[in-house]
């Protein structure tokens, strides 16, 4: 028998990412600078960690409820009220998930099969596509363009829309652009969206870093509630991606059709991180906003850096990405991050990682310490005066 | 503006265009605000943080509790005054509680704190009391970590 062939095909043409072969080379090299990982470098804030300490110790070390503790749930419904003015029941409208991206995973498991259409806005984070692929439902890119500054204009969301439709993803603050959607940019397009039969997922884990004004969800349009899917999470927001915990918040039909995969797949995510994000909720507002401060120092320093440099970058104004355009060096995306690597140390991730439409770019993450973003600065300067 | 000092505390060694980019500020803007700081005394001056054990000169650090009598019209600062100008008193606060002023001191043995304490501290006629407290190891200073180095341990992962 030969194992190969009993894979699915489709689980087989999902193409390698982009990025895996760059971090198998980091690991032969020293002194390496890497913006490479998107993750805040922050340790999760003490009384958070603490919390979770604390649960440990008092013994819960047992299952929650399938869809999360219901202290937590209503936590979270607290925040998206006071956040982003959004009203869900803890009951039955919020499922707490082991990352954001298990949510993505069972939404487009609970929406989508072979036939349905996914409308995924690119350069963006890759499970988007890997995920739709392992349903069988066939992802339609939309090539953003940097002219928009990477924002999803309803003349691209309306051409990429078919009576096959059934999800769009709303992906901002954007992973790799750092691009974000203001309360004008949603309205455009929820003129469109309003009236189509479709399904919205917003993914929502960079809402926290946000650099001039808050971010606005656009699940807070009243004709899109019910037809959004809000995912967000504690990973970037926190600094807590190792504790792996997110959530999903939506029509009550949908949260129910979800939890249900959720409960044989996962059965809960886990109990300590539970507690832990309690407290974060909490008291985690002056962390988080000492955080956004910090990487807001760091985000001018990167975006000055390119651009004293002479590549064009536009301004990120969310998540903790900039997305520099390295055409003017007349190296491919790829060229550009294997040579930067060998000959200067820093990692940095091809745009069309992200994405066809990435090309002519890299993503470089300022979640890491102003003294190594500073040094990389001065080895990418080398590297392109060289 | 205290974004600024915010930013110098964290690390002195910033130039102002440094600053003047994290803060999305013009270099004349920083270098004002910079310059105006240091005319009022908010930025007081500019030190190095050192971790002494790891050098060879052997340096012991005390806090000494001080119990005073206050001076008619002058409350405590006249006598915190007379303390505060040794040059072997690196800081000195007015405390609430029991005592009265909390010094610490640095001295290269231990013998130099002791003279110290007993022959400039205690006999001052305002002094009534002192307990001395000898520092064993400092683990942490104006919110940094000695021992602990930074280091980037974050694993490769698809994101």
Same mark, same amino acid.
């Given at each position: 028998?030969?194992?190969?062939?009993?894979?699915?095909?489709?689980?087989?043409?999902?193409?390698?990412?982009?990025?895996?072969?760059?971090?198998?080379?980091?690991?032969?090299?020293? +002194?390496?600078?890497?913006?490479?990982?998107?993750?805040?470098?922050?340790?999760?804030?003490?009384?958070?960690?603490?919390?979770?300490?604390?649960?440990?110790?008092?013994?819960?070390?047992?299952?929650?409820?399938?869809?999360?503790?219901?202290?937590?749930?209503?936590?979270?419904?607290?925040?998206?009220?006071?956040?982003?003015?959004?009203?869900?029941?803890?009951?039955?409208?919020?499922?707490?998930?082991?990352?954001? @991206?298990?949510?993505?995973?069972?939404?487009?498991?609970?929406?989508?099969?072979?036939? +349905?259409?996914?409308?995924?806005?690119?350069?963006?984070?890759?499970?988007?596509?890997?995920?739709?692929?392992?349903?069988?439902?066939?992802?339609?890119?939309?090539?953003?363009?940097?002219?928009?500054?990477?924002?999803?204009?309803?003349?691209?969301?309306?051409?990429?829309?078919?009576?096959?439709?059934?999800?769009?993803?709303?992906?901002?603050?954007?992973?790799?652009?750092?691009?974000?959607?203001?309360?004008?940019?949603?309205?455009?397009?929820?003129?469109?969206?309003?009236?189509?039969?479709?399904?919205?997922?917003?993914?929502?884990?960079?809402?926290?870093?946000?650099?001039?004004?808050?971010?606005?969800?656009?699940?807070?349009?009243?004709?899109?509630?019910?037809?959004?899917?809000?995912?967000?999470?504690?990973?970037?927001?926190?600094?807590?991606?190792?504790?792996?915990?997110?959530?999903?918040?939506?029509?009550?039909?949908?949260?129910?059709?979800?939890?249900?995969?959720?409960?044989?797949?996962?059965?809960?995510?886990?109990?300590?991180?539970?507690?832990?994000?309690?407290?974060?909720?909490?008291?985690?507002?002056?962390?988080?906003?000492?955080?956004?401060?910090?990487?807001?120092?760091?985000?001018?320093?990167?975006?000055?850096?390119?651009?004293?440099?002479?590549?064009?970058?536009?301004?990120?104004?969310?998540?903790?990405?900039?997305?520099?355009?390295?055409?003017?060096?007349?190296?491919?995306?790829?060229?550009?991050?294997?040579?930067?690597?060998?000959?200067?140390?820093?990692?940095?991730?091809?745009?069309?990682?992200?994405?066809?439409?990435?090309?002519?770019?890299?993503?470089?993450?300022?979640?890491?310490?102003?003294?190594?973003?500073?040094?990389?600065?001065?080895?990418?300067?080398?590297?392109?005066?060289? | 503006?205290?974004?600024?000092?915010?930013?110098?505390?964290?690390?002195?060694?910033?130039?102002?265009?440094?600053?003047?980019?994290?803060?999305?500020?013009?270099?004349?803007?920083?270098?004002?605000?910079?310059?105006?700081?240091?005319?009022?005394?908010?930025?007081?001056?500019?030190?190095?943080?050192?971790?002494?054990?790891?050098?060879?000169?052997?340096?012991?650090?005390?806090?000494?509790?001080?119990?005073?009598?206050?001076?008619?019209?002058?409350?405590?600062?006249?006598?915190?005054?007379?303390?505060?100008?040794?040059?072997?008193?690196?800081?000195?606060?007015?405390?609430?509680?029991?005592?009265?002023?909390?010094?610490?001191?640095?001295?290269?043995?231990?013998?130099?704190?002791?003279?110290?304490? @007993?022959?400039?501290?205690?006999?001052?006629?305002?002094?009534?009391?002192?307990?001395?407290?000898?520092?064993?190891?400092?683990?942490?200073?104006?919110?940094?970590?000695?021992?602990?180095?930074?280091?980037?341990?974050?694993?490769?992962?698809?994101?």
């Amino acid at each position: 028998m030969n194992v190969e062939d009993i894979i699915l095909k489709k689980v087989k043409d999902i193409p390698p990412s982009g990025i895996r072969k760059y971090f198998d080379m980091i690991n032969e090299m020293k +002194d390496v600078i890497s913006l490479g990982v998107g993750e805040p470098d922050f340790t999760t804030p003490w009384n958070v960690s603490e919390s979770g300490i604390y649960s440990l110790e008092k013994g819960h070390t047992h299952y929650s409820s399938n869809a999360g503790l219901i202290q937590l749930r209503e936590e979270i419904a607290n925040y998206q009220q006071r956040k982003y003015n959004l009203q869900y029941n803890p009951k039955d409208q919020i499922l707490v998930t082991v990352g954001g @991206s298990e949510g993505i995973d069972i939404a487009l498991r609970a929406l989508v099969e072979a036939g +349905d259409e996914v409308i995924i806005p690119e350069p963006s984070f890759v499970a988007y596509q890997g995920c739709t692929r392992i349903t069988g439902a066939t992802p339609v890119s939309i090539k953003l363009r940097a002219e928009d500054q990477f924002k999803l204009t309803p003349d691209l969301l309306e051409k990429a829309i078919t009576p096959k439709t059934k999800v769009v993803i709303i992906p901002y603050p954007n992973n790799p652009t750092g691009a974000i959607m203001n309360r004008d940019d949603l309205s455009r397009i929820v003129e469109i969206l309003k009236d189509k039969d479709l399904i919205v997922l917003s993914d929502e884990i960079y809402a926290e870093l946000t650099y001039q004004d808050n971010h606005v969800s656009i699940a807070s349009f009243p004709e899109m509630k019910d037809k959004t899917l809000v995912i967000n999470g504690f990973s970037k927001a926190f600094a807590m991606t190792g504790w792996r915990l997110g959530y999903a918040c939506g029509h009550p039909a949908l949260i129910q059709a979800m939890t249900k995969i959720h409960q044989y797949a996962i059965m809960c995510a886990p109990t300590t991180a539970q507690y832990a994000a309690m407290e974060a909720l909490k008291n985690g507002d002056s962390s988080v906003r000492e955080m956004v401060k910090e990487y807001n120092h760091r985000r001018r320093v990167l975006v000055d850096g390119f651009r004293e440099l002479g590549l064009d970058c536009f301004e990120p104004l969310g998540a903790f990405y900039t997305f520099p355009c390295i055409k003017s060096t007349g190296l491919t995306s790829e060229e550009f991050c294997e040579k930067l690597l060998m000959e200067q140390r820093v990692l940095v991730v091809p745009g069309n990682a992200f994405g066809e439409c990435g090309e002519g770019f890299v993503r470089a993450c300022y979640a890491s310490s102003m003294e190594q973003l500073i040094e990389a600065i001065n080895r990418i300067k080398k590297f392109i005066q060289r | 503006m205290e974004e600024i000092l915010k930013i110098l505390e964290k690390n002195g060694r910033y130039s102002e265009e440094q600053i003047a980019v994290m803060t999305g500020k013009s270099v004349e803007e920083v270098k004002e605000a910079i310059k105006k700081y240091e005319e009022e005394n908010v930025i007081v001056g500019y030190t190095t943080l050192v971790n002494w054990e790891k050098t060879k000169d052997e340096s012991i650090t005390a806090m000494i509790e001080v119990k005073v009598t206050p001076q008619r019209g002058e409350g405590f600062d006249k006598v915190a005054e007379r303390i505060y100008k040794f040059s072997e008193v690196k800081a000195c606060y007015l405390m609430s509680g029991g005592f009265d002023l909390t010094i610490i001191i640095e001295g290269k043995t231990l013998k130099e704190v002791a003279s110290f304490v @007993s022959d400039k501290l205690a006999p001052l006629e305002s002094v009534q009391s002192t307990a001395t407290h000898f520092v064993l190891k400092k683990y942490k200073d104006k919110g940094t970590i000695f021992e602990k180095k930074y280091k980037d341990d974050r694993e490769a992962i698809i994101i």
